[in-house]
C-alpha cells in the first residue's frame, strides 16, 4: 500500500515538472464536443456516419480477400469494412481446425506434389461463381501462384471444400476467371517451365522444352443447394489444358454475355507484348493427350484448329478486364485501351490476321478492332466497373488520382485525388454482368508512411473506401488488412450468399457427406484392434463422452468427435495437450483427429472454445500407458465400514433432494418456455431440443443410482446421483439460456 501511494506521488511530480496535465475525461459529450476534441471536420462526420454499424446492423456487401503468401482469405463486410472470418485455404489455420483435423488434412494433401502440407500460398485474384454472369453467391475460387493450386470454397459454410494441384504448371498466375455459368474455372500459366520436371539447356531448349499453358477446370455444378452444402465440384478428369509456346502469361478474363466462350489475356515474350483470345468452346472440344495424368491439347492442334489469337500491344500491359456486358475488354500499359470484342471475335472467326508472332500464333490488326484509348497522364494500375451503364474507374498511382471515365464515349467525368497512390480498384459486383454498388475500393500501401501508426518494418495491407454514388466521389475509411499482402478482391451483395448455421447431425463438412464416424449421444465407445484405437465420442454442452480413454504408448489413436448440438453458434473446440492436434466442430459436424500415441503419462483434452459458461467442464483426460506397464495393486475394492456406509447413505439422500429441487427449476422453466410457445422460435427450439438431449443422457445415472440405493450400495448409488445432478445442471443451463433469447426475441417483437 505504502509503496503504491509512493508511485502516485511520484508519477504525479513527474508529471508536474514536465508540465504535462493528465487528460481530464468527459463523462458526457456532445457530436459537436466530439467533433470539436477530435478535430473533426464536417465531412469526416459524414464518412463515419456512412460506414458506421450500429449493434445488429448488416452490411450490405460481402467482401473476399486472398491474404497472398498466407494462404488464407479474408471475409470482411462493406460499407463497415468490419473482419468477418479468416479461412484457411492453402494453408492450415489451427481455428478452425484446417489441416489439423484429419478431413481437412486430406484436403490439403491431396494437392500436394511430395504429400507434405503446404504452409503458405500466392492468392491474389478470387473469382465468385456465376450464373448467367451475375454472381449466384455459391462458390469463391483461388489460384495459388507458389504452388500451383486452385481451390474451390463453399460459401454455404464459408469453407475451403477442394484444392487441386495442377500436374502441369510450376508457375502458376496466381488468379483465377469463371465463364459466365461457372462451367470452366480458367487457370493459367505465369513464367514459362518444363511441364515434365526434368532440367534443360536454357540457352538451345528454352523454345522447345519450355511451355506455358491455359487450364480449362471443368466444374461439376449442382443446382439448389442440398442439406450439407453445394454439391459442386472441380473434375480434374473432365478438365483440359492448352498447351502453348513460352510465353509469360499475366492478368486474363473470361468474356461473358456478347463474348461469352472467349478467355483473354496478356502474354510476353522479350519485348513483345499481346492480348490473347482463345476459343473456349473449340478448345474443351478438341482432341486431347495425356501429360503428367491431365488432358493437354497440343500447341500444334491448336494452332490447325484456329482456337488462340493475338493482338499486339504498344508495351507490357498489367491489367486486362471485360466490360460487364463483354462488349469490349481493356488493357492497361503505357495507355488505357478499349478494344472492341466483337470486331476481335469477327477477325478470328474468318482468319482476318496481318502477322504472326512467337511459335506460329496469328496476329489480328490491333487498329482494325480497338474501339479508343485514354491517356489518364500517369500510370495506371486498375481499372473497376460500376452500376451505372458505360463508366469505369481508373486508378493514376503516381498523380494520386482515382479518374471516373465513359469506356464508350472515351471521356472522362470526374475524379478524386487521394493522399496516397492507388493500385488495385474494386466495386462489389464489378466483376460480373450486374455491377451493383455505390461503393469503390482501393488498395493503397503508401498511406501508412504519413497516415498509420507503424508497427515495425512490416505493415499490413490496406484498402480504402471511397463513395461513387454522387457526382462528387468522397473518402469514408481506411481499413487495415493484417497478416496480407493485398491484391485484389471480390464483393457480392450480402443477401445473395445464404449461409448455414448447423450441418445435419455426423456431417464430415468437406465432402458434405455423412460422416461414416457419426456418432450419436449413448452410442459413444471405444474400438481397438491390435494397436490402432478408435474413439467414438460426442461433445455437448459441457460434456465430452467419453472422459477417459486409456491408450498404451505406441498406439495409433483416433478421436472421431461429434457436435451433438443444433442450436446456432454452439461450436465446441477440441485439443489433447501436447499432441499437436486441433478440432473445431461446429454444430453437427464430425470431424477426426489421428495421433500417435508415442509419450507417456496423462494428457488431458477440452473443449477449446467458449461454447457455454460451463465451457471448461468440457474436459477428459487420456491416458497413455508405458510399453509393458502392469496393472498393480489390489482389486480395487475397498470395504467400507459401517459409518462410511451411513455417510454415503445420507449423502445421497441430501443429493436427491437438491435434485428434486433442480427439477423443480427446470419444470418451471419448462412451463414458461411452453406458455410462451417456445416452438415457433427455431433458434429457441434448437436451444431446448439440446437440453432435452442433456436429460436423456442423464436417464442411464438416474437408473443407476435407484438401482444401487435398492441394493444398498450406498456410495455407488451417492456417485450415480451426483452424476445425475450434473446432467440436470447441464440441461438447466441450456433450458435457462433459451428462456433469456426466447424472452429477448418476444420484447423484439413488441
Ligand atoms: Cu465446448
Redesign the pocket.
Known amino acids: 500500500m505504502m509503496l503504491f501511494t509512493k508511485k502516485i506521488l511520484v508519477l504525479g511530480l513527474v508529471f508536474l515538472m514536465l508540465g504535462i496535465v493528465p487528460q481530464k475525461l468527459n463523462a458526457q459529450q456532445t457530436l459537436n464536443d466530439v467533433k470539436k476534441e477530435r478535430g473533426l471536420t464536417d465531412d469526416d462526420v459524414l464518412a463515419a456516419t456512412k460506414t458506421f454499424m450500429p449493434r445488429g446492423g448488416r452490411d450490405e456487401y460481402f467482401g473476399f480477400v486472398g491474404t497472398g503468401n498466407s494462404g488464407t482469405m479474408i471475409v470482411y463486410g462493406i460499407p463497415s469494412m468490419r473482419i468477418y472470418k479468416y479461412v484457411g485455404v492453402f494453408s492450415p489455420e489451427p481455428w478452425q481446425g484446417y489441416g489439423y483435423d484429419d478431413e481437412s488434412s486430406l484436403v490439403l494433401k491431396k494437392a500436394s506434389l511430395d504429400d507434405k502440407i503446404d504452409s503458405y500460398g500466392d492468392m491474389r485474384f478470387p473469382a465468385l461463381s456465376e450464373t448467367d454472369g451475375n454472381y449466384d453467391g455459391k462458390h469463391l475460387f483461388y489460384s495459388d501462384g507458389a504452388n500451383s493450386r486452385i481451390a474451390m470454397l463453399d460459401l454455404e459454410d464459408f469453407e475451403t471444400k477442394q484444392v487441386l494441384s495442377n500436374p502441369l504448371f510450376i508457375s502458376t498466375f496466381p488468379g483465377v476467371a469463371v465463364t459466365q455459368n461457372t462451367q470452366w474455372v480458367i487457370q493459367t500459366s505465369q513464367f514459362p517451365s518444363t511441364w515434365n520436371s526434368r532440367s534443360v539447356d536454357l540457352k538451345t531448349d528454352y523454345d522447345s522444352k519450355l511451355k506455358s499453358g491455359i487450364t480449362f477446370w471443368y466444374f461439376h455444378s449442382v443446382e439448389g443447394t442440398s442439406k450439407t452444402g453445394h454439391a459442386g465440384r472441380l473434375l480434374k478428369e473432365k478438365s483440359v489444358t492448352l498447351e502453348l509456346p513460352p510465353y509469360t502469361l499475366g492478368y486474363f478474363d473470361a468474356g461473358k454475355l456478347l463474348s461469352d466462350g472467349y478467355v483473354v489475356g496478356l502474354a510476353d515474350k522479350g519485348d513483345k507484348h499481346y492480348a490473347y483470345i482463345v476459343d473456349i468452346k473449340k478448345v474443351t472440344g478438341l482432341k486431347t493427350i495425356e501429360e503428367n495424368g491431365f488432358a493437354v491439347v497440343p500447341f500444334a492442334s491448336a494452332l490447325e484448329n484456329n482456337v488462340i489469337a493475338f493482338v499486339e500491344l504498344p508495351s507490357k500491359a498489367f491489367m486486362l478486364k471485360v466490360t460487364p456486358k463483354g462488349k469490349y475488354f481493356i488493357t492497361i500499359d503505357d495507355e488505357t485501351t478499349v478494344f472492341d470484342f466483337g470486331k476481335i471475335k469477327n477477325a478470328f472467326t474468318n482468319k482476318t490476321y496481318t502477322g504472326e508472332a512467337d511459335g506460329g500464333i496469328p496476329v489480328i490488326d490491333a487498329k482494325a478492332v480497338t474501339h479508343g484509348t485514354m491517356d489518364f497522364g500517369g500510370d495506371v494500375i486498375d481499372v473497376a466497373f460500376e452500376y451505372r451503364p458505360d463508366i469505369a474507374y481508373a486508378s493514376i498511382h503516381d498523380a494520386k488520382k482515382i479518374v471516373r471515365w465513359n469506356y464508350e464515349t472515351l471521356k472522362k467525368e470526374g475524379e478524386i485525388t487521394l493522399d496516397f497512390m492507388p493500385s488495385y480498384l474494386m466495386v462489389p459486383q464489378g466483376m460480373s454482368a450486374s455491377p451493383h454498388s455505390n461503393y469503390l475500393t482501393a488498395v493503397d500501401k503508401e498511406v501508412l508512411y504519413d497516415n498509420l501508426t507503424s508497427v515495425g518494418p512490416v505493415r499490413p495491407s490496406v484498402q480504402h473506401l471511397i463513395d461513387i454514388s454522387g457526382d462528387k466521389m468522397a473518402n469514408l475509411y481506411t481499413m487495415t488488412l493484417p497478416q496480407c499482402n493485398m491484391y485484389g478482391s471480390v464483393a457480392v451483395l450480402r443477401t445473395t450468399i445464404k449461409p448455414i448455421i448447423r450441418y445435419p447431425t455426423g456431417t464430415n463438412s468437406r465432402t458434405g457427406e455423412t460422416s461414416p464416424f457419426k456418432t450419436v449421444a449413448g452410442k459413444e465407445k471405444i474400438e481397438r484392434q491390435g494397436n490402432r484405437v478408435h474413439v467414438f465420442g460426442t461433445?455437448i454442452?459441457?460434456h465430452?463422452t467419453p472422459e477417459i480413454v486409456e491408450v498404451n504408448q505406441g498406439d495409433i489413436v483416433t478421436f472421431h468427435l461429434t457436435n451433438l448440438e443444433l442450436a446456432e453458434d454452439?461450436?465446441?473446440?477440441f485439443t489433447i495437450d501436447t499432441y499437436g492436434k486441433h478440432g473445431s466442430f461446429e454444430p453437427g459436424k464430425t470431424a477426426s483427429l489421428t495421433f500417435v500415441a508415442d509419450r507417456e503419462g496423462a494428457f488431458p483434452y477440452y473443449?477449446?472454445?467458449?461454447?457455454?459458461a460451463l465451457?471448461l467442464e468440457?474436459e477428459g483426460i487420456l491416458m497413455v500407458k508405458p510399453k509393458g506397464y502392469k496393472e498393480t495393486g489390489g482389486t480395487g475394492e475397498i470395504k467400507l465400514t459401517e459409518e462410511q456406509l451411513a455417510e454415503y447413505k445420507k449423502n445421497y439422500e441430501d443429493k436427491l433432494q437438491v435434485i428434486a429441487q433442480t427439477q423443480d427449476v427446470i419444470n418451471g422453466v419448462v412451463k414458461w418456455l411452453k406458455d410462451n410457445n417456445y416452438q415457433d422460435h427455431p433458434y429457441v427450439k434448437a436451444l431446448v431440443g439440446d437440453a432435452v438431449d442433456q436429460l436423456n443422457k442423464a436417464t442411464a445415472a438416474k437408473e443407476n443410482y435407484e438401482k444401487y440405493a435398492n441394493e444398498g450400495k450406498w456410495k455407488d448409488a451417492f456417485l450415480w446421483a451426483e452424476q445425475y445432478f450434473q446432467y440436470q445442471v447441464k440441461a438447466a443451463d441450456v433450458g435457462l439460456r433459451a428462456k433469456t433469447l426466447l424472452k429477448e426475441k418476444l420484447e423484439e417483437e413488441k
Open positions: 461433445l454442452r459441457s465430452i454452439e461450436t465446441h473446440g473443449c477449446t472454445e467458449f461454447c457455454s465451457h468440457m
